[in-house]
């Protein structure tokens, strides 16, 4: 959760927005992680509590979340990092582990992660201060691939290949279908590629534990068209114009 405000102010000319596209358009997280803070009671319009989403923000309004003013950013950034194992994908932790906010030394404007990567999972991840495309990107409805590059334990049969296309149950939910591609298979280990849209916590290994095969390393190497590429660990870029329109086509 997104609750780090830390004094940033941003302006911009407003006439009515969704209270949850307001907070989100203060680079604080995405929309539907302001509709759970205002369900919370943490957000304040006019100095007054509101715990039902909906509310239309207009240009007098103030609006508040823990206490901390917002003010819309209107300049939009989105960054792609390839993030190494062993940092946090957080603004903040609670236990002082590093956060992947700690690589980001000369970005100036707030921006927050699309979506998460386990502590010792690596490879791409976006960051912007816009919510709106961190909904869009993030949200399984939008089924938006994100690639994989899973090196496992013991041999990937083809039943077992079989099950993970087919979708396998993890207990809470079934996974959908996914596409995989054995890439080697040598010396008790396996590497494939898999293409998932859904982004459940720890998904991935929990689909290979689940058909008899233990992750040893995990990175994600592509979400969308947004591709990993040579982006060295601990290293960001921006995202062109283009592929931030094709992303979200």
Do not use: W
């Not at 302001?34 to 909906?54: C, F, H, M, W, Y």
């Not at 080697?184 to 494939?192: D, E, F, L, V, W």
């Not at 293409?195 to 979400?223: D, P, S």
């Amino acid at each position: 959760m997104v609750i780090d405000i830390g004094g940033f102010r941003y302006c911009c000319i407003l006439l009515s927005m969704r209270l949850n596209k307001y907070i989100a358009a203060a680079g604080i997280c995405s929309r539907r992680k302001a509709d759970e803070l205002t369900v919370q009671g943490r957000v304040k319009i006019n100095g007054k509590t509101v715990s039902t989403p909906g509310y239309d923000v207009g240009d007098k309004d103030t609006v508040e979340v823990d206490g901390h003013m917002l003010y819309p950013e209107t300049k939009k950034i989105y960054i792609a990092l390839n993030k190494p194992a062993g940092y946090i994908t957080s603004l903040k932790d609670e236990k002082g582990r590093p956060t992947v906010m700690d690589l980001l030394e000369d970005v100036e404007s707030r921006v927050f992660p699309v979506g998460r990567l386990d502590f010792d999972t690596t490879g791409l991840l976006i960051l912007t201060n816009d919510g709106d495309f961190s909904y869009k990107v993030a949200h399984p409805g939008h089924e938006i691939l994100k690639t994989y590059r899973v090196c496992v334990e013991g041999v990937l049969s083809k039943e077992r290949l079989a099950k993970l296309r087919k979708g396998v149950d993890l207990g809470d939910f079934v996974s959908s279908p996914a596409f995989v591609e054995l890439i080697k298979q040598n010396h008790g280990n396996a590497i494939t590629d898999i293409k998932i849209h859904e982004g459940k916590n720890r998904q991935i290994r929990k689909m290979f534990a689940a058909v008899g095969n233990k992750v040893k390393t995990l990175e994600r190497t592509a979400i969308g068209n947004i591709k990993l590429g040579g982006l060295k660990p601990g290293h960001y870029r921006k995202l062109k114009r283009e592929e931030i329109r094709e992303l979200l086509e």
